[in-house]
């Protein structure tokens, strides 16, 4: 079985924009979601910034009932904000919580890097060392086991398919949507929401902070902070939040008279063994041309029908080597390099839910025919100069693209990289 | 403290975690925690810790096995208290 496979559904929290229409707006006008956080300065760190969503707190007040708001940290808060969006957004209906029909054929593949470092560290360790560990509680379990977030959504939607949380650092997101996707082709699941979500918590960030590999030269300026292809590149800017795709078969999505934001092609995750250049912390660059290689194989596609690329794109100095890597796969020269943009350049880098806000931008740009500015690399890096044409520093209207290919690279040596379509019948 | 006065405080912490609104409006002394409000029975372990923290006592595992109805519970807090 090999059926083709629909984005009829997404949601999205995002620091520069909650729900799919702010964020889409945030996009377009290339407003930056990063912001100075006065308490990482008295926690000693040295990146003072951070793309944290404002207002999910209150958002999820609005929706979820006392009882569902008591164990919801804020990875809980923005998957759930996340996943609820998209399935409302496809058309379904968010059952009761006295309704006891399960949706069978629906299920979730929803990631997270870290996960719950508030719940740890705000209430199981200090608890736990005062000898008071039985103030934590019924609620400290479900917010800190990985797979909180998928059971936390099944739970709001009554979801009976698989229900699992992915984690594979910063491609977590991608490759979630990827999993998704042969579960759907292979007839297992009709819908499936797929994404990632991240918390916001210093105690997430602290270790990156220790590695110096968050920027510390932009505290003064936090919209400039997060520069990815830029010569003035120092390092990512943490971020948080959560993005969500209901992925759906073709064929229940036509059946329902459901609206196809777009199709996902393809997609394929790999590992590059830490050898050839890869390591813990740096992407073989090997492994990263055959991930975007064979996520264009399995969509059936040649690598000239790509339009444009949502790269991962941390303002690392792995940028160029990323660039370098998108040419080789694409058999692209820089004259023939398509537009490139790097949503973390508006609301930095989001670790596992990147992949998911990144792709809910993905679809947005495809449906509405633009690729939005990557903002902050007006000095564009020298090693990539001769590909600077393909920098959209401002909203570049591109109503005839058709293929939008997005990955994620993460800690770990592990990619993922999908492959999106305008939906044309 | 009077039983009508921890009869309303025991209400208002189980308000949250009741997840039937009709028995929550019919509240009475007879009213089963679990099987009439349809408190998450893992959930029990948060409304005990609330008991405490608002009365001021101390409550053991034992005497929780035994707290089945609302009644049940404003009885026991009233014994800490008096």
């Known amino acids: 079985m090999n059926r083709r496979v629909v984005v009829t559904g997404i949601g999205v929290v995002a620091p520069n924009g909650i729900g799919a229409a702010a964020f889409e707006s945030a996009l377009r006008e290339g407003r930056s979601g990063v912001r100075l956080v006065p308490a990482l ?40 904000l996340a996943a609820v969006e998209a399935w409302e957004d496809a058309g379904l209906r968010r059952p009761a919580n006295d309704e006891d029909a399960v949706d069978w054929a629906a299920g979730a593949v929803l990631g997270t890097g870290i996960g719950g470092m508030d719940t740890i560290g705000e209430r199981v360790v200090p608890l736990t060392d005062a000898g ?7 609620t400290a379990v479900e917010q800190v086991m990985a797979s909180g977030i998928s059971a936390r959504v099944a739970g709001l939607l009554a979801l009976g398919n698989q229900v699992t949380t992915n984690s594979s650092a910063c491609s977590t997101g991608t490759e979630a949507i990827a999993e998704g996707l042969e579960r759907i082709r292979s007839g297992r699941a009709e819908r499936m929401l797929c994404g990632g979500s991240e918390g916001a918590s ?36 943490p971020a948080a939040g959560a ?16 609206t196809i934001r777009a199709e996902v092609l393809g997609g394929a995750v790999n590992c590059g063994g830490h050898r050839g250049g890869g390591s813990m912390t740096a992407p073989n660059p090997d492994g990263v041309r055959r991930c975007i290689r064979a996520a264009l194989g399995d969509a059936r596609i040649e690598p000239r029908a790509v339009d444009a690329i949502n790269g991962h794109l941390t303002a690392t100095g792995a940028d160029p080597r990323e660039i370098g890597s998108w040419a080789a796969a694409l058999e692209r020269s820089p004259a023939t390099f398509p537009p490139i943009t790097s949503t973390k350049s508006l609301i930095g880098h989001a670790l596992g839910a990147a992949g998911g806000i990144e792709s809910v931008a993905s679809v947005l740009m495809l449906q509405g ?11 564009v890096h020298a090693d990539i100069a001769a590909f600077a044409a393909s920098i959209p520093h401002e909203l570049r209207v591109m109503p005839d693209m058709r293929v939008i290919i997005k990955a994620g690279f993460g800690f770990g040596d592990v990619n993922a990289c999908v492959v999106l379509r305008k939906w044309e019948r | 403290m009077s039983e009508t006065d921890v009869m309303q405080k025991v209400v208002t912490i189980l308000t949250p975690y009741a997840k039937n609104p009709e028995a929550l409006a019919q509240v009475a002394l007879s009213t ?51």
């Open chain 1, 132 to 138: 008071k560990l039985r103030r934590l509680g019924s």
């Open chain 1, 243 to 258: 993005g969500v795709l209901l992925l759906e078969s073709l064929g229940s999505a036509l059946e329902r008279g459901a």
């Open chain 2, 32 to 82: 089963h925690i679990l099987e009439d409000l349809k408190v998450n029975s893992a959930r029990l372990v948060d409304v005990v810790l609330a008991f405490e923290d608002e009365f001021g006592i101390e409550i053991a595992d034992d005497d929780v096995d035994a707290v089945n109805t609302v009644g049940d519970a404003v009885r026991l807090i009233s014994a800490k208290l008096s």
């Open chain 1, 202 to 237: 210093p105690y997430t960030w602290a270790g990156f902070d220790a590695m110096r590999v968050m920027t510390r030269a932009s505290n003064d300026a936090p919209e400039r902070a997060s520069r990815p292809m830029s010569a003035s590149a120092a390092g990512f800017v």
């Open chain 1, 369 to 379: 025919g633009f690729v939005h500015p990557s903002i902050n690399c007006e000095d």
């Open chain 1, 41 to 80: 300065r008295e926690l000693g760190f040295g990146c003072l910034v951070a793309g944290v969503p404002e207002g999910a707190e209150r958002r999820a007040e609005a929706i979820f009932d006392a009882d569902q708001l008591l164990a919801m940290n804020s990875n809980h808060r923005f998957a759930c």
